[in-house]
């Protein structure tokens, strides 16, 4: 990534969400760590991801068109350390932590403080990501946490992991 350092600076200090995004393709269920989300439509609600087209979920979200938000709160912060890992940079990877399969059929992670189970509605090619855009079908809320952000990690994802200053 050749993108100035002040640049890089500026944009580790925008504060995102953690979350995990899973997916399932017939047998095949992943997950990565996902911090390129947000809400971008209040009537129908609407979020959008962006997915690097490198990482195996790319190729399942573009397929199946569905998907699972899982945010993480500050004790599901385990859930992070794993798929940021190398540990998790394979196929069926969710083999590492507790998950059920939904009643639709996508992974959700137990540990999650609320999952979000998504249809994807629009796809946009942006850069080196897809931003896919998607509706809500259903969400799980599992209790009380504070969502984990940006800011509770050492590193951040700005195209590529670099540790804060």
Known sequence: MSVDADVVQALA???TGIYV?????????????SSWVTQVSGDPPLIVAAI???HLSHELVQGT??????VLGARGKYLEDYFYSPASRRPDNL???AWEDSPAGLPLLRDAM?????RVTAAHDAGDHTLFIASIER???????????????DY???GEVVRRR
């Open 13 to 15: 200090a925008l504060t």
């Open 21 to 33: 995004l899973t997916v399932r393709d017939g047998d095949r269920r992943h997950g990565m760590s």
């Open 52 to 54: 690097d087209r490198r």
């Open 65 to 70: 068109r569905r998907f699972a938000l899982n």
């Open 95 to 97: 083999d590492a932590v």
């Open 114 to 118: 609320a999952t979000l189970e998504c």
């Open 139 to 153: 969400v799980s809320w599992r209790g009380e946490d504070r969502p984990l952000t940006s800011q509770d990690l």
């Open 156 to 158: 951040v994802y700005v």
